[in-house]
C-alpha cells in the first residue's frame, strides 16, 4: 500500500507552485498525494472565492492524471478543522499500519508548537517538512526537542512505519503564490503558465477574481 500524504491549504486559487510540489512530493515518496482545501482559520483574510468554488478548481486542475487527488473532508464538516483532528479521521480510515504523511512548508513547519496538540500530530502521521523559496527561521527549542531526534534523511524511510518521523523533502522552488496570482486576475491580467491552462480557459473562475 502506498503512503498516503496530505498538501493543505486555502487553494484560492490551486496554481503550478501547489501542483509542481504535490507531485514531486508524490514521486519522491512514492505516495498518493492528496490536496486537502481548508475552511479558512479566523487569523486569514477570507478566501475571494466559496469553497465550492476552490474544490471545482481543484477538480479542473487534477484532471488527467491520478497521482494527485482531492479530498474534501475538512470542508464536509463545518468550521475550520484542527490538523489533529483530521489526522485521527484518515487514521480511522486506514488503520494503524499504513504510512500517512503531512506534507508542511519549512515556513509552517517552525511554526508547529503553535497547533493544537502539535505532539499527538507524531503519533498519527510523519511529517515531510518542503523546502520553499524564502527564509528559513529557526527552529524554537521545543520544536528541535521533539522533531529533531524523529528526522531521517531518506524517503523510503516514511514507508517503512505509519507514523512519527520528519523528512526535509527539497521541491523545485516555484515562486508562485495564489495572491500573486489573484492580483493578476484582479487586474484583468492573464496569470498564464502560473495556473493550469484548463483554469485560464474557463470564464466563471476569471470571473471570481476580476475586480468588480
Ligand atoms: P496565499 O498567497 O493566498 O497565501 P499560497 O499560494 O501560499 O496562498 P496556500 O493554499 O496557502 O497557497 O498553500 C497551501 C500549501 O502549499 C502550503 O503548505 C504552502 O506552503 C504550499 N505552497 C504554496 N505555494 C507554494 C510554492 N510556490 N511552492 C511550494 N509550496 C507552496
Not at 491549504?9 to 514521486?27: C, I, K, S, Y
Not at 463545518?78 to 512548508?105: C, K, N, Q
Not at 509552517?108 to 502521521?125: I, S, V
Request: aromatic share 4%; with cysteine; hydrophobic share 45%.
Amino acid at each position: 500500500m502506498k503512503p498516503i500524504a496530505i498538501l493543505g491549504g486555502t487553494f484560492d486559487p490551486v496554481h503550478n507552485g501547489h501542483l509542481r510540489v504535490a507531485w514531486e512530493a508524490a514521486e519522491a515518496l512514492d505516495a498518493e498525494v492528496r490536496l486537502m482545501p481548508a475552511h479558512v482559520p479566523p487569523h486569514r483574510p477570507a478566501p475571494v472565492a466559496s469553497a465550492a468554488q476552490r474544490v471545482d478548481m481543484l477538480r479542473s486542475a487534477l484532471v488527467g492524471q491520478s497521482r494527485l487527488t482531492l479530498d474534501t473532508r475538512e470542508l464536509d464538516r463545518a468550521g475550520a478543522s484542527y490538523t489533529v483532528d483530521t489526522l485521527r479521521g484518515m487514521r480511522v480510515e486506514v488503520g494503524d499500519e499504513r504510512s500517512l504523511i503531512l506534507l508542511v512548508g519549512a515556513d509552517a513547519f517552525g511554526g508547529l508548537p503553535t497547533w493544537r496538540e502539535w505532539h499527538a500530530l507524531f503519533d498519527l502521521a510523519h511529517i515531510a517538512m518542503l523546502t520553499r523559496p524564502g527564509r528559513t527561521e529557526p527552529w524554537p527549542a521545543e520544536l528541535v526537542a521533539e522533531a529533531g531526534p524523529r528526522r531521517v534523511r531518506v524517503a523510503s524511510e516514511l514507508r517503512e512505519s505509519a507514523c512519527g518521523k520528519v523528512l526535509s523533502l527539497p521541491v523545485t522552488p516555484l515562486d508562485i503564490s495564489a495572491s500573486a496570482v489573484r492580483a493578476l486576475l484582479a487586474d484583468g491580467r492573464e496569470p498564464r503558465w502560473l495556473i493550469p491552462d484548463a483554469l485560464l480557459a474557463d470564464v466563471e473562475i476569471l470571473r471570481i477574481y476580476r475586480r468588480q
